[in-house]
Structures are given as structure tokens and as C-alpha cells.
């Protein structure tokens, strides 16, 4: 029996192939030709790919409908005129993780990197997971599933979590949802569906809002959390190496000194992540060594904080698509880079967050010394924002202007600087751009 995946190279449906892969199902897809970072585990995998055509379904196929595509889509139509079985994402998720015990990270940002760490520290336990930058993977039998489960159309309320984790609250995709307190509902139920216990960041106003009718654990650096991060000190290393920067932290829990971590990355929103794999951890019992050593193997997600000694100048290459995440992470550049000239590029994806967030967009990327804005990309279709443009963002900028993707050219003026390159999709091909003519 054959998985179809409509819309295979999607992040999160890249990921679900090939956990499914590896559990030993049949698994196929389409997409466009165009070429997507998320394809390459696929082909690592010999996971057909094939072109969008209403033609590849057969009888008999068991049909994954991307939650980009709708039911007028061709593939989907052709699927339904032959009475094919079909799962949304989220529902075959549920159906693959009910024997496992599901570790479900949400919130607004963070999802990806707190479940990379999971599935890090978790390693030697045989964890299975799906994150979604891409990257997935399965063992029959093992005891824990590390899930990215996200927020976006409450689609995370189709899961069953074993430990629910929370790492913020804020208004986002205000194409669904109503206001905050939509958004709030949403995680309060998501926060009481957990079967054990629910690992929320209670430094997040917003989060202590969510009523838990559950056991719950509070964690981030503030003084009334379970799980708390004391004594924060960068250790500078090798300056020539990019990625050598580490931060040490001494972790409380409830009250009692409970170990000192070497953490290998900087930046307060990432000791925050990771103080969430700990609580699993703790709440798992997980020998404490274990918990230590495999901490230091920590890698950045795909497409998170990736950096690369290009010529005199560094280049960070992020997925950072909200205003807070443009904000952190720009301020993760200047914390590590305090010398550096530092130039944001940002492209986004949805008109309706523009529209919502211009303004907050503009206040992060003046934290740069210097900001370019690309062109309004189309990541889903959107009545009703047609005025809308990456304009709006460019006005409120105290030194910024537009760029687009062929004009990489306006880069090559920086010497020993820092390019911050951050979209939820393609602002990488400027990257690329840039290092050809360099």
C-alpha cells in the first residue's frame, strides 16, 4: 500500500515522510520542481518525489493532504473521485505517535530548536521524532516521540501528548485567529491535553494567563519558576572559529542546585529552550551525566542561527519570520558579534502579518545597523491584503531599503561584517547570489 503525500517537500510533511519511511510504510509524493532544502533527506532516503499531476493517484493509494492544499486542488479532487482514504498532516501524526510517549513542543517561536534539543538529549533513549525544519525520524519500539506541533489553525489539538510543552504565547497568524485571547484558548486547551505533565516558560506573561487543570512546571530565568537558569556567563573561545562561543549556566529546580551546563550557543531565547528539554529530562528521571554530555552535542536546527565564514564576512542564515524572532535574533548577532557591523535581510511570507505587525517588524530590524527588505513572498493564498507591501515595513526604518533578490550586488560594499539573511523560505537564494559575485 502506497502514503501519498500532496505537497511532500513541505517542511513539516517532509519530516512525516520520512518518520513514516522508517517505520516501514510505502511512502510517495509531489511538489514542484523548484528545488527546497527539505527534499534533500527525502532523496537521502529514496523517497520518490514526483511532480504535481492529477494522474499520479491510483487506486488503492492512501492520500496525505498538506494543509497548503485545499480540496479544490487538482491532486486532491482526483483523490476523492477515486474514493481514496485521506489524512490530513495532523491526522496521521495522531494516528503514528498513539503507542509512543509524545513529547509535543508548541508555542509562537522556538518549536523547532526546543525539539531538535529534545531529540538530542534523548539520543542513546532511541527517540524517535519529527521536526520541522525537514528533518525526521523514527524507531519501531523506541519509548519517547519528539513532535513540532504547531499552533496554526489550532491543528496541535489533534494530538495526544504524553508532556505538552509551551515556550510562548503571542498574537501571531492573525489570519485565523481572532485576538490574544483566541490565541490564549487555544494553548489552554493544548496545555490540558497532556497526560502527564505540562512544561510551560513562565517568564511569558501570556503563558501564566493559561489556566491548567493538569501537573504542570514553570520554567525560564525569573525567580517563581520550577526550573530556573542562575549565573549566566558567556565563555569566549577561539574567535576565528564561528561556532565556538559557549554559555554556561547553573540550573535550579525547585529551589535546590541541580547541575551546571556548558551550553554550546549563545543567546537567552536558546538557554530558555533548552531549560525546557531539561524538565523533560528531569520529570523522566534522566541520569544526571547523561543529561550533561548530551547537551554539549547540541546543534543548530536547519535554517536556525546557521553560520558561515564567508571572505572577511560572517553570514547567518535564519528562519526567523515573526517580529520577535527577527528581534532575538538579531540581538543573538550583536550579543555574539559586539564589534561587527551588523546588516539585517528579511523577506516575509504573508501580507496579513505584515499588515498586523509592520510596525513591530521595523522596530526589530532597527536594531541592526543597517536593514534591507525584500518583496512580499506568497507562502499561502490571501483575500483582502492587496494594498499591503514590504513598503510598509521600509517607511518605518531608520536606515533601511529595499532589495530584491537579484541584487545582491548592493552587499558587496561590506568588509567584516555581519549579513543576517532571515525568511521562513527562500531569502537563502540571496545568499547564494551574493557568494557567486563576491
Not at 510551560?200 to 501570556?206: L, T
Not at 496579513?352 to 532597527?366: G, H, I, P, Q, T
Not at 531599503?401 to 541584487?407: A, F, K, L, P, W
Amino acid at each position: 500500500m502506497i502514503y501519498y503525500f500532496i505537497g511532500i517537500k513541505g517542511s513539516g510533511m517532509s519530516s512525516l515522510a520520512q518518520v513514516m519511511n522508517d517505520l516501514g510504510y510505502n511512502v510517495m509524493g509531489s511538489d514542484k520542481s523548484d528545488h527546497f532544502f527539505t527534499e534533500d533527506e527525502l532523496i537521502k532516503k529514496g523517497i520518490k518525489i514526483v511532480e504535481f499531476n492529477p494522474d499520479n493517484l491510483k487506486e488503492g493509494m492512501i492520500v496525505i493532504q498538506g494543509n497548503a492544499f485545499n480540496d479544490e486542488f487538482p491532486e486532491v479532487v482526483r483523490a476523492k473521485e477515486l474514493n481514496l482514504k485521506i489524512f490530513t498532516y495532523q491526522e496521521m501524526i495522531d494516528n503514528i505517535t498513539k503507542d509512543f510517549k509524545l513529547i509535543a513542543v508548541s508555542g509562537c517561536h522556538g518549536k523547532t530548536t526546543t525539539t531538535t534539543m529534545i531529540s538530542t538529549i534523548l539520543e542513546n533513549k532511541g527517540i524517535s521524532y519529527l521536526i520541522g525544519d525537514g528533518n525526521g525520524h523514527a524507531i519501531n519500539g523506541s519509548e519517547y516521540f519528539a513532535l513540532e506541533a504547531c499552533e496554526y489553525k489550532r491543528h496541535f489539538l489533534e494530538y495526544h501528548p504524553y508532556y505538552s510543552i509551551i515556550t510562548n504565547v503571542e498574537v501571531d497568524h492573525i489570519d485565523y485567529y481572532k485576538d490574544l485571547d483566541d490565541i490564549i484558548d487555544a494553548f489552554t486547551t493544548f496545555a490540558n491535553s497532556s497526560k502527564k505533565c505540562t512544561i510551560m516558560c513562565g517568564d511569558d506573561e501570556n503563558i501564566r494567563r493559561i489556566k491548567v487543570n493538569k501537573p504542570c512546571i514553570y520554567y525560564g530565568f525569573n525567580e517563581n519558576n520550577d526550573v530556573c537558569a542562575k549565573n549566566i556567563r558567556l565563555v569566549e573561545n577561539d574567535k576565528e572559529k564561528i561556532n565556538d562561543d559557549t554559555t554556561m549556566i547553573d540550573v535550579y529546580i525547585k529551589g535546590d542546585y541541580f547541575d551546571t551546563y556548558t551550553l554550546p550557543f549563545v543567546g537567552d531565547h536558546l538557554i530558555l529552550n533548552v531549560l525546557a528539554a531539561i524538565s523533560v529530562c528531569y520529570l523522566e528521571n534522566i541520569d544526571k551525566d547523561e543529561i550533561k554530555t548530551q547537551i554539549t552535542k547540541i546543534k543548530h536546527a536547519k535554517r536556525r542561527f546557521i553560520e558561515e565564514k564567508f571572505k572577511s564576512n560572517i553570514l547567518i542564515d535564519d528562519y526567523a519570520h515573526h517580529p520577535t524572532e527577527v528581534k532575538v535574533t538579531i540581538e543573538a548577532a550583536r550579543k555574539k558579534y559586539p564589534d561587527k557591523y551588523i546588516v539585517a535581510l528579511f523577506k516575509a511570507h504573508t501580507k496579513s502579518r505584515v499588515k498586523y505587525f509592520y510596525k513591530e517588524f521595523a522596530d526589530a530590524l532597527n536594531l541592526a545597523d543597517k536593514a534591507y527588505v525584500l518583496d512580499i513572498g506568497e507562502d499561502r493564498i490571501e483575500n483582502g491584503y492587496e494594498d499591503v507591501s514590504a513598503q510598509w515595513i521600509i517607511n518605518e526604518l531608520k536606515n533601511g531599503e529595499h532589495i530584491g533578490i537579484d541584487e545582491a550586488e548592493k552587499l558587496l560594499q561590506y568588509k567584516d561584517s555581519v549579513l543576517l539573511f532571515m525568511s521562513s523560505k527562500d531569502i537563502y537564494v540571496l545568499a547564494n547570489k551574493y557568494k557567486e559575485i563576491a
